[in-house]
């Protein structure tokens, strides 16, 4: 295994979107340096994509009271960087271990929203009648939703839909999370090379050139 690469394990109850992102970005090489683990705590689409793509993959069984096999797995990986995409709440002992290096993708401006999943978070601001909705790059610590934040991008509502606006917040929510990743290690694996990206919409401004993930991009992450 190349030292120069940053080793990022995810997490995964789901379709495993973010996944499929950095999956993408690393085989188009507009990101580099970059190896893929991936844990499930029970059968998915995550999981199904891994084993597809021959990324390293394990599903364990998992629960706040029974740790020891993520703490197995975890030890064996040394990750770089955790992604936090299953929908448990992460046991102190494993959060105290790796709290800096474990990250959560909320799709809301946190504070407001704490404890939904997916994106019951939008559903939540849309009936509200929220104008600017948002997703949050967090620190995970021992509170749902509630470790400090890293970075957070917004999207107008306007006369934009549902599925527009989720589709634009998942799209955002990807780049603040590579953003957040390069904020956390100085990108010292020089995973993408910087470019000054101040953008209303994104706040720590972006470290990267997002025109690199243009439109056929993100389509073909949509049909991953």
């Known amino acids: ?10 997490l995964v109850s789901g379709n495993g979107g973010n996944l499929k992102y ?22 998915c689409g995550a999981i199904d ?16 009271n029974l740790n020891i096999y993520l703490i197995e797995k975890l030890e064996f990986i040394r990750p770089d960087i955790i992604i936090t995409n299953w929908h448990k709440i992460i046991d102190s002992e494993i959060v105290n271990e790796y709290y800096g290096k474990m990250i959560n993708l909320h799709y809301s401006l946190l504070p ?4 939904l999943i997916g994106i019951e978070p939008i559903e939540k601001a849309l009936s509200l009648n929220c104008q600017y909705i948002g997703a949050t790059c967090h620190i ?10 890293i970075s957070q991008c917004i999207v107008k509502v306007e006369n934009k839909n549902k599925d527009e606006i989720v589709n634009l917040i998942f799209r955002k929510g990807c780049l603040i999370l590579l953003n957040s990743i390069l904020l956390i290690t100085n990108n010292e694996y020089n995973i993408i090379e910087y470019f000054d990206n101040i953008k209303f919409d994104f706040s720590p401004s972006l470290n990267f050139n997002d025109d690199l993930f243009d439109e056929n991009f993100w389509k073909e ?3 991953l």
């Open 1 to 10: 295994m190349n030292k120069n690469k940053i080793k990022i394990c995810f």
């Open 112 to 115: 407001l929203f704490k404890g």
């Open 140 to 149: 995970v610590d021992e509170e749902v939703d509630s470790g400090k934040i």
């Open 221 to 223: 992450v949509s049909i």
């Open 22 to 43: 950095f999956w993408l970005a690393i085989k188009k090489n507009l990101i580099r340096n970059v190896d893929l683990y991936v844990i499930a705590d029970r059968k």
């Open 49 to 64: 994509f891994a084993k597809k793509q021959n990324i390293n993959n394990d599903i364990i069984k998992y629960n706040r």
